[in-house]
DNA sequence: CTTTCGTATCGATGACCTTCGATACATTGA
DNA sequence: TCAATGTATCGAAGGTCATCGATACGAAAG
């Protein structure tokens, strides 16, 4: 998969790496998604598998599926199977990518 | 306005944290936003008035305003008259916060 | 093979979001 | 005062998204 990661700052950023770019960002603007990266990063060995998001989440299984499934689809966590299980954990590429598109070149107000 | 800078990956971020940081991401989760944004950053003094974006985006006055007050509310630009035109400039500080939230302590993968 | 348990998909529902034309507001200039 | 220009708001149309129950798939256990 090809990830897009033009910066922001650098010159004006065109339509069609924005609409790449936005995806990843979109998939982490929801509270239910932020707080799984945030339950991921925070398991012991950096990953955890679907049922144990459900009961801090307070969601249905369907639910949480769903929102496992953008963030797949978003490059942002990855998950193998190990059994019954499906082991998910985030993929700290990513974030660096979006971290670096939002980084200025140097300074930018002015 | 307060806002939200719980990292994600420092123990699990809370519900309500992450209610008020996935306002920002879910702003810059669009394509049009995004535009907006690194057309304001690439602009002269790094601030344009609202009626320089509509032809760089090819979206109505309306649609633009629109976008800009989403941003607006989500702390990620800022906008003040001067004379009948109302010049807006990215808001650097908040993309820090934002940066910072998606920051691992030190590694984060294993 | 049947049961059990974790996961993924389907279909439906209600809410939200993007977009626009029409319109009102704000400021400047004639 | 009146016209012109940039901006904000309103209302509507169309699409997308989050959520769930029901259901199917996959793997292990009995």
Redesign the pocket.
């Given at each position: 998969m090809e990830f897009c990661c033009t910066p922001v700052f650098e010159g004006v950023i065109d339509a069609a790496d924005a609409v790449e770019t936005a995806k990843a960002l979109a998939a982490l603007g929801?509270p239910?998604r932020l707080r799984i990266v945030s339950l991921l990063a925070a398991a012991p060995g950096g990953s955890a598998?679907?049922?144990e998001l459900e009961s801090p989440l307070g969601?249905?299984?369907?639910?949480v599926?769903?929102?496992?499934?953008?963030l797949r689809e978003a490059g942002l966590v990855t998950?193998h199977?190990e059994?019954?299980?499906?082991h998910y954990r985030v993929v700290s590429d990513r974030l660096d990518d979006i971290r670096q598109v939002l980084t200025p070149p140097v300074a930018v107000g002015v």
């Open positions: 929801d239910v598998c679907g049922c969601l249905s299984q369907p639910t599926s769903h929102h496992l499934r953008v998950g199977r059994g019954r299980w499906v």
